[in-house]
């Protein structure tokens, strides 16, 4: 084991040793294992924007294997699907990889302002399936986020007393936020904190704006003259949000974009010390070859042998 | 068992031997066994639409026995009925044939625009009446769609750690969707991939016309050429669109209808790689006699023997 | 046991032993037994409509044990009523009749348009004192049926694996109907088809109209010319459409009313090949010694010896 | 034991012994013990109208022994009380009297129009805390009421099958009822036949007006010349509607009123047939000396030896 | 143990040696153990208001470990913080300082007006963080007060059943109340009783201002003219209505003040016999060694030390 890995893991120490070995397997796998960095791979589009919308790109990913395969060969932490994708790839690919079983989705056949996710897995699955970890979203700022901390917090406890590692998606919107609030720097701080609250193992947001959305937030940043200028200084104050850098903190890759932005992304998110990257279409919307490639440019980033 | 069945069941390996020796079960009785298609007599009807519109055209429908005596003498799969009628006949008929016991249903007494039909049975209810799987219907698009997908979930769980094999009803409608939208070709397959992440082992949809519903989803079709012009067409990407054809599909039949269009669809649906029909109200609204004759006829398509 | 008995007992043939010992009980017990006719003696008019509307006319009826009485000395097949007048008299009559135990009541002090009855009682109830069967009501065509119909399939899946018979009150009414539609013809049928479907033994209907409410079932009425002109012709309907016949189906009594309409109706119901009705206001609101001849008159057309 | 102690018992024979023996030691306790009358202290205006409309009147209320003792040395056959309150004295006065645990409360801090309590306390509560009994408060005529009922019910079926008599404050209110029909003759009689018929052990309910609410209800008061005119005529009619005088009723002494017009109050219960009083705010409104001869007062009277 | 320990223990005799430990506990510890008065570091403003709001005025505090350290070096008698922050810090620090879990947990994201905060956390987190006392939030007056009130008290029933104590925070707010209601004396002592009728062994209000709220409340005040003039007569006021001081009140410091101001209400909180305070801002948004000052004068206050 790594100092680093040694060091993250201090970190749960109130968690079980079954919590903590898969928290290491997640920690320890793949081409960044050891180094405390994270490139996970979810596909969850197909539920969350319809199939064709996910996969007609490159309808490879329309066969539930094809996701475990790119995930193993680009040498990902890990890979996050829903309940169908899991069960029919895991009985192929018998501990190639860690699996994150997502437990909640929502879709967009009917899109209501102030979405409450469908939990579609259990604990129990993610444990009969030889999972890693399960994963869950919350939507703080929707008049439904109580449920969702709630169901949250009751996945957390069963997946903790059962050895497993627990994931949010901590993405806000709905009725409280503005569009453009939904990634503002104060929205996203808060969103980190409350799954660290929640009891959350690691965290996924997304990249933060420099805009400011609450009243009350707003008068502090300018009283303490919080950095939040560029996207390094906006992950260290996200990283400084979760629990002053001790919990796991990775980000939101979004929709498929230029290569070169989503690099200097990636090099932000290092420098200002966060944990890495969930990159779903940007990698599996490609050809596999290109997605392979791609992976691996991230990564090399996150290594620190790309600069 | 054939070569085609090894090969289905070969999807379903996360599941428990329980489980796939019920999928075995439904793949090899009747007359299309060991063919890998698909046709099964539903009877919900009565509960649905009301008795007399349902057997009115045959009063011996009346009779829960006549649709067992039907399924069977006809070679079908698999019959499939509410609680009521899967008990009235369970006892006549051990063995005979492998029962879906259908856990929900609607009634249109009160007839709301967003439905959500009430759990009417339960696994344990499919269990005692010697069942080989449970049937469960979600409406993707109605502003209830969160909770039907909860209780979905929450039987397939039960039914699958019971040894159970799971269909799922995926038929769009409610708030979310226009009339045309309910069969349109993207939210069909949607409610086809909904179904297979939701971890049903068989998919029941209705067919798709060519008419595109989402925004978003209608730039994807034109954007990567899709091909839905035919029947045939839409059927090879509602298969694919079910985790790339690793999930069955079948097909439902509707109200009844002329017979040659019915026997063409059943031709695209083989054709396009589809894995059978579901056929209540154009097999059980006829004479006994000529029911036989058409549920052979639409399996002699599916067995390759009629063209 | 005589052979109508038997007969009717083998539509049952998929509940566990001790489930059809009560039925057997219910069909062997008092003036009917051995017929497979019913009178049931049902007084929740106390909670229905108040006590001073139910029991003014014969005050004697305030008392719980009155109605014991008045069943067991009439010769009735069983007594039905909520908990609080089985608990009253369970003890000071037992094993001298059959009992069905209430579970679910609805009071007039708030009188909604889509009523849901209170669940006042349990399987577990019913068994402690000694009952036959449970009874429970559920009201299609309401906004709230969805939520009755699974608590009545509950407290069915409950009450058949503990051995008791389950007796549904099927009664149409709330937003879905016409006040003349909660008695039409097609909505009395469907309201016996959703019984038998839900797994009901014994099925409780109002006497149909030859109104007909609904359009799609209008069309089929007219289209297969199904005879609904007299009351005979009514009662065999309604009757078909519980199975063909395989369902017990027994039809309430309603207000008081002029002894020979009641009768004319008593003879229509035979003749149609119903099971009896369920006779309360017309009973227990009359002196004793004119209730017992009215419920024997009734008993008599039943039994064949009175035309 | 008494005669009229045996009498009263008897009613209740289908309840196991621990439930009898616990009835009994109501039946049998302080002043009154042995005559099947009662008069009990509640002590819940804490909870329902706040701390110092309650306790400034006489400060010494604050505390919770308080009311323990004024139960204790005025001879009451009970002393019940919320949660908090029974859990501060029942060390204290372990076997002095009997205690009812009060199992849901409201406040008026947000008062509603429909109201519906919540549920403060558990069967387990009342057992740990050596209760003889539950209370539990239903208002019917509120949208509400069903909530109310199935949580009395459960919590009935609970207490019983552990031993406990079962107290129901049966207070008509809501939407569904005019403010003077709260205390009407026709809604008071049928708010005790709804506790009776949900297996209330001992019904709580308001002395009536000769105001008659419902429209269905008058034509029958009418045509019955039910007597109503005076207050013991309302009272034996209230008796009458619980059971036939076969459930225990008593009677709520409302606020804080004239002396003699109370006494003549409890003179009219007694001459009715009523079971007694339970007086609150009347006794633990006054200093201690002047609340025990009041109480002293009651108690004559009801004994027969006040006149 | 001191005779005030002692004394003050003696008040929850219905408790079981577990939860009396584990008050007792909460009544040795620190610079105040013994005397009987509380200083206890709650931080949950994380949560509440978000990280920079809570944090940026002294970011040491946005490690978990630093609230864990301050509370210890402060000799608090206890930490009360939500489930995150407690997990985070927990193993580090164990036995060095009775910790109280927050279960339940609101945030501003979305700000409704009758706001009903979501459960975070159980009493087994509370049991395997090795935590001392369990805390919940009720809101009294919001619309949504109920629900609250019944997972209080379901939690407070599992704490005392596994040894724990329970802290209320009673916090009257929402559609029942005006702003300047929220603090007035009536509903503060009107917050105080609910919470210990609903079984708090600790309370935690705010410090009431003079204003009278409601109505009938009103009277009462001015006809038994209670004083209410001083912040010392209202403390005395708040301690006499949790039942007459036999229950813990302490009070809640709110935004950062000026420290006289502050250190004058402590004073009055002790002069008017409340049991001490419950400060967060006031101490984790200075500098440590500033903090640490300012909460040692606070306890040089309560234990009588400074004047």
Sequence with gaps: ????????????????????????????HGRLGGTGKFVILPVDQGFEHGPARSFAPNPAGYDPDYHFQLAIEAGCNAYAAPL???????????????????????????????????????????????????????YPGSTQARIMYEEAREIAKEAKSKGLAVVLWSYPRGSGLSKEGETAIDVVTYAAQIAAQLGAHIIKVKLPSA?????EAKKVYQRYHIPIETVTDR???????????????IFSGGPRSEDEAFFGEARAIRDGGGFGS??????????????????RTVMGIYAGEIQ
């Design 1 to 28: 084991m790594t100092e680093r890995v040694r060091e993250i893991l201090s970190w749960y120490e109130s968690d079980n040793p079954g919590t903590r070995t898969n928290l290491a397997r997640l920690l320890n």
């Design 84 to 138: 169908g994708f899991i069960e029919a790839g895991a009985a192929n690919f018998l501990g190639e990889i860690p699996l994150i079983l997502k437990l909640n989705n929502h879709d967009v056949l009917y899109d209501e302002k102030d979405p409450l996710s469908a939990v579609t897995g259990s604990v129990d699955d993610a444990l009969r399936l030889g999972c890693a970890a399960v994963g869950f979203t919350i």
């Design 211 to 215: 805009h400011i959305e609450l009243g």
């Design 235 to 249: 992950v260290r104050h996200v990283v400084q949000s979760a629990f002053n850098g001790k919990r796991i903190v």
């Design 278 to 295: 969930i990159i779903g279409r940007n990698s599996f919307q490609r050809q596999k070859a290109e997605g392979l490639a791609f992976l």
